[in-house]
């Protein structure tokens, strides 16, 4: 029985020493747990012809360029072309929006209607909402582009210009109108 003894008190001993060789801690008491708040506040915005992040300003957002006329025209048609390509102005914001897009007053308006000009020298266009240009879309006019969803809008403009019978000086004839998006 000694024998034995010894035996177990030698093995307790290297236990004891193995311990605190191998840096063994005791075990835990208690522990806690927690949390860490996440957030993103994203407001309400709008994107014109892809652009690739919010502004304020959109710039051009497009050009709508007649085809060369002699000084004396009829009809002449032509629709925008949007800044980046395209056929229509592209609207994209956060769904459930109700924008609107206002086509504001050019640089040479007179008697309610839009005038390109070269010098002092004037010649009327009409702008429109369809390519049969039968919805005008009168100065300051805010068109409706109905609840937006993850898909964009387009919006077509379709141009008309003709010299009324009379024979227009030559020259290069320009304006520039404002559009604004509100929503």
Known sequence: MLHLLRYRLAGAALLAGATTLFGATPAQAGSAAGTIAVSLNVTDACLVNGASSYTTSLGQVGAITFADQPGLFGNTDASLVATGGGGAISVLCSPGLSPTLTIG???????????????????????????????????????????????????????????????????????????????
């Open 105 to 183: 007053s050019g640089a040479h308006d007179s008697g309610g209607l839009h005038h390109l000009a070269a010098g002092s020298n004037q010649v009327a266009y009409h702008l429109f909402t369809d390519s049969g240009r039968s919805n005008e879309i009168s100065i300051g006019q805010a068109l409706s582009l109905g609840t937006t969803t993850t898909t964009a809008i387009n919006v077509p403009i379709y141009a008309r210009t003709n010299s009324g019978g009379v024979v227009m000086p030559s020259g290069a004839y320009t304006d520039t109108v404002q559009v604004t998006l509100a929503w």
